[in-house]
Every structure is written in C-alpha cells, then in structure tokens.
C-alpha cells in the first residue's frame, strides 16, 4: 500500500510538472512512458521475488528486495500469494503498451 500511494502522488506530480512544462505540445501518454519503466522494474523485482522463494530453504520463505517488500507488505507470506502478484504485475507491465498506442493512434487520430 504504501508503494501505492508514494507512486500516485509522483504520478501525480510528474503529470503537473510535465503540463506547465510542454504546454501546448503535451500529449496524455507522455505520462505513461515513466509509468510502463517503473511497471517492468517492478515485475522484475516481484519475479525476482517469486523464483527465490520456489526455491526457499527449511527457514521458510522470505522477500529478498525492498521494492517486493514495499509492493507486498507485512503478512502470511505464501509461494502462491507472490506469483498472484507476479502474475498481476506482469499482466500490468503488457498492458501499459497496448494503452501507449490506443491513446497515441487516437490522439494522432483526432488531431
């Protein structure tokens, strides 16, 4: 929840900055550039995170980076919880292209 939170408001704050800055020439998916970069290192991350815990030792099973920790938090840490959100993060990180180019097409479009 709070990597949430932290990257909306950057989010947020990015697409300001980026308005006043390109003023007339700002287009929507310029903001979606940054957002698709940060989606494919955090399915990394959580990738990451899942193959080291199909190979967990007697300890048991653990988050091996912050950016994982972050996205996943305090709780039953399970093998199937972390490929859920793998899974979730991967579907995210294809998507982001597909609206990159459905936006720019449509744009372009009715410009």
């Known amino acids: 929840m709070?990597?949430?939170?932290?990257?909306?408001v950057?989010?947020?704050?990015?697409?300001?900055?980026i308005k006043k800055i390109a003023k007339d020439k700002y287009k929507p998916?310029?903001?979606?550039l940054p957002?698709?970069?940060?989606s494919v290192i955090v399915s990394i991350a959580l990738g990451s995170n899942y193959i080291s815990s199909l190979?967990?030792?007697?300890?048991?099973?653990?988050?091996?980076?912050?950016?994982a920790y972050w996205i996943i938090g305090e709780g039953g840490w399970?093998?199937?919880?972390?490929?859920?959100?793998?899974?979730?993060?991967?579907?995210?990180s294809l998507s982001l292209p597909c609206v990159y180019i459905f936006q720019r097409k449509c744009l372009?479009?009715?410009?």
């Open 55 to 67: 190979s967990a030792n007697n300890d048991g099973i653990a988050i091996n980076n912050m950016l």
């Open 108 to 111: 372009l479009k009715w410009s």
């Open 29 to 32: 998916y310029f903001s979606l």
């Open 78 to 92: 399970t093998i199937t919880e972390f490929r859920n959100y793998f899974l979730i993060s991967v579907i995210i």
């Open 35 to 38: 957002l698709l970069l940060l």
């Open 10 to 17: 950057i989010f947020y704050v990015y697409n300001i900055l």
């Open 2 to 8: 709070v990597f949430i939170s932290i990257t909306v």
